[in-house]
């Protein structure tokens, strides 16, 4: 038994001798810390919290260099005094003049709202259509971005 308790001892001792250590570290030094480094920035993480559905139709199957037909479908869940929908490519996808933006004065809740516009791939693959939503309501400006795929063919 006496072997026993010694083991016992011997297993503790260095435990303590470690959590004895981690205490220290907490102890002021006494001298301050730069106010930099106690400054905590809070980022909101995660999806846009606008009500805002965007919806949408590829007229046929999109080819390289041809211009193809997207069919949009907005609905928001909120009344807005303006909804505006500004639509950009990357290199890899042309939005035909003037298609990259277009207004809908006085938006109202659960309406369906269309507009088609028309693009042209330059590249096969899966190509993105990025959709901006910006919703006017309340003096407030709200926005949420949507990522449209497209999947050209040669």
């Not at 470690?18 to 006494?30: E, F, L, P, R, Y």
């Not at 730069?34 to 919290?49: D, F, R």
């Not at 490519?89 to 207004?103: L, R, S, W």
């Given at each position: ?54 919806k949408f139709d590829v007229a046929e199957r999109p080819k390289v260099g041809q211009p193809v037909e997207i ?84």
């Open positions: 038994m006496a072997g026993e308790k010694m083991t016992l001892t011997s297993a503790w001792l260095p435990l303590l001798c470690a959590a004895m250590a981690v205490g220290g570290c907490n102890k002021d030094s006494g001298t301050a810390a730069p106010a930099a480094a106690a400054t905590h920035v809070k980022a909101a993480i995660g999806k846009s919290q606008v009500p805002v559905e965007l069919n949009l479908a907005l609905i928001a869940q909120i009344s807005a005094s303006l909804a505006t929908i500004q639509v950009s490519g990357a290199d890899d996808v042309a939005v035909a003049p003037g298609g990259n933006q277009y207004e809908i004065p006085s938006e109202e809740a659960g309406e369906v709202y269309r507009h088609t516009l028309s693009v042209t791939p330059k590249a096969e693959g899966v190509v993105l259509l990025g959709v901006t939503v910006l919703l006017k309501h309340d003096e407030l400006l709200d926005q949420r971005v949507f990522s449209i795929p497209i999947i050209v063919e040669r």
